[in-house]
């Protein structure tokens, strides 16, 4: 029963999260805060799910909601963290992020919010690189990889600031493809700048 109503709960609020489904359709949820790395890890993880972080401080806790994640899985999480991270804006091409279980995740007394300690961790490198599509009604920013939704546009390292991009963003999508999108909209799913939009 508590499982049950526990998975209802995820259901109802990842959408606060940092989100998105993989090509093979897993669901990833990371934070956008200290405030939502604990929770995303208090209400997400499970000892048997993987879980990414940036190697160096300054990235979400990304969470594939499944004990068994392709490679595909894998690598389009890896990319969503670097893509959401610090090292986005600094440019660099390939970006490390550390992979583990939710069973290799712990808290100390002390540790500040959103903080963990972190057993048996691998490495992987990140080519950030994302594309605009919808999923589940919403404009969401994923990794560019071949999937069935339709790319409205491509989001790579660049100089433009998260406002001019969400903008330009916006009105391809409104020109090109009739759809009612707001500059707001876009900004809450794409990273926070230093980004050029084609």
């Not at 805060?33 to 209400?43: A, C, F, G, T």
């Not at 100390?108 to 080519?127: C, D, E, L, Q, S």
């Amino acid at each position: 029963m508590f499982k049950k109503l526990r998975q209802i709960r995820e259901a109802k609020e990842y959408m606060s999260y940092r989100w998105f489904f993989t090509s093979e359709g897993k669901l990833v949820v990371g934070g956008k805060s200290d405030e939502q790395n604990e929770n995303v890890l208090r209400y997400f993880k499970r000892p048997g799910y993987t879980i990414m972080h940036t190697t160096k401080p300054g990235s979400p806790f990304m969470i594939i909601q499944s004990d068994d994640p392709s490679k595909n899985d894998l690598d389009e999480c890896a990319v969503f963290c670097a893509c959401f991270s610090k090292e986005w804006k600094t440019g660099k091409k390939s970006i490390d992020i550390d992979v583990f279980k939710g069973g290799d995740v712990f808290k100390n007394k002390g540790m500040k919010t959103g903080t963990f300690g972190v057993k048996n961790k691998k490495k992987v490198k990140a080519k950030p690189e994302l594309m605009v599509i919808i999923q589940k009604g919403k404009i969401r920013a994923v990794p560019k990889v071949k999937r069935k939704e339709e790319s409205l546009a491509v989001i790579k390292q660049g100089k433009m600031d998260k406002e001019a991009a969400a903008e330009k963003i916006a009105k391809k999508i409104k020109e090109k493809y009739l759809l009612p999108v707001s500059k707001e909209e876009v900004m809450r799913a794409i990273p926070s700048g230093n980004m050029s939009v084609r």
